[in-house]
């Protein structure tokens, strides 16, 4: 490919080593705690991976394994047990929870100030007003990735394809703090070619592999893609391989988006700790 | 001109007849209370054209008139106390507030649920994660202006100038929800032109006089102006009236979308009202 890789592996180091050394400075331990509910073993892996980050740059994490046969009430327990107490600056429940739980009583439960994926209203009604809130790891990945390759956000089309809650949405939000111009197309958006073309910067967050096509992209233009759907041999990214002849900018897939994801929840953490233990 | 007009006099009027026979149906009288702060000339003529519309439509109104050396405290505690007033359904505190008083504060206080302008950071992320949430009168105004006059919403390109909490950014929000392809621009926006040009739908809502121009709206666009720039000579819209021969629908101002937003906020109110007492 011809555009220059926005490399996940290479920018999420830079990120955990500057966390590494403001951490060292701080008078405490930043403190992050997962909660997993049974065996689903992405969850496992992708707690895992945070895990990793989070002794990398010095920050303590544990790991509140839950069986799949906990009920609503059990997981609700164990979060307000993590909001009370005070040593715990982050609090990040792994979706999906086993068929059965509902997910949205027990974010909704969690401490916004301890809320470190930015899910509860009061965070992401907080990022739309523009005041101080956590925002989650995966959009916040994104402008760190592009800022790192000196791409220019300010005054440039941002154009997201897809609008969940945990990327699309904040993604429009974290942009347009950035003084882009931002469009918000999704699976209803009328001849989404021609909106794509549109942007000098493109986020795939559609969770559709491969619906970006090179003949949807400008020349020149940095395409993040975010898309993971399993396939038969592999995993595939809502961006096709052959937008890299095309694009100026791409993130790879694997070791682009996805490493970014897992420095910025930790990044997070570390942010959540200073201001939570600030105020006490 | 040769657009359409999108009638706020028709419309809130229509609104307000159909608040009114559900109105009479309910076993209670909704009720709203507004805070108003100093001798504004411009609060005191919104408040009365809100009470007005309230009581047109069966809704108990009441307004709290605290001299505008009132301090911070004493406005809080006016918005504790109608918290706590289980007979009060909304709360409007009319901004802004004489120079010296915070209004954050006051606006973080008021009870999610009583929050008729949709403003408090729980209104604003239920609005953006799709759950049941208060939203602002303004831009919910404008999709009833749309719908009355059979403008199609889902599907189609809109484009909102102007971020405002209030305005813009809701409406962003709202016309997602309706599954349409949503660009956010604004002062910072290249070439706005070329943006304003791919709305099917445009709102202007930069508070800049006469900022859309004729060559800026594409032929038979939808135009919805939210502006109100006091002139020397009266008040003028974001929306050049040159505009008129080429959109296929316009907003008159005034006339248009300021009416609309005196009768949804009424009809917010009602909202509240039904939600909040069915809970209890």
Known sequence: MTAIRLDGKVVSAAVAERLRERVATLPFAPKLVFV????????????????????????????HVLPDTASQAEVEAVVRGLNDDD??????????????????????????????????????????????????????????????????????????????????????????????????AHSRTRDLAAVTRQGDIVVAAAGRARVITADMVAPGAAVLDVGMTREADG??????????????????????????TVAMVIDTTVEAAVRRRARR
Chains 1, 2 share one sequence.
């Open 36 to 63: 997993r509910v049974g065996e689903d073993p992405a969850s496992a892996y992708y707690v895992r991976s945070k895990e990793r980050m989070a002794k990398r740059v010095g920050v303590v994490s544990e790991t």
């Open 87 to 184: 040593e715990v600056d982050g609090i990040l429940v792994q979706l999906p929870l086993p068929e059965g739980l509902d997910p949205q009583p027990v974010l909704d439960l969690i401490d916004p100030d301890k809320d470190v994926d930015g899910l509860h209203p009061v965070n992401v009604g907080r990022l739309w007003t523009g005041r101080p809130a956590l925002a989650p790891a995966t959009p916040r990945g994104l402008l760190a990735l592009l800022d790192h390759y000196g791409v220019e956000i300010e005054g440039r089309h941002v154009v997201i394809v897809g609008r969940s809650n945990l990327v699309g949405r904040p993604a429009a939000a974290l942009f347009q703090h950035r003084n882009a111009t931002v469009t918000m």
């Open 235 to 260: 995993i595939a990214g809502d961006v096709d391989p052959a937008v890299g002849e095309v694009a100026g900018y791409l993130t790879p897939m694997p070791g682009g988006t996805g490493l970014m």
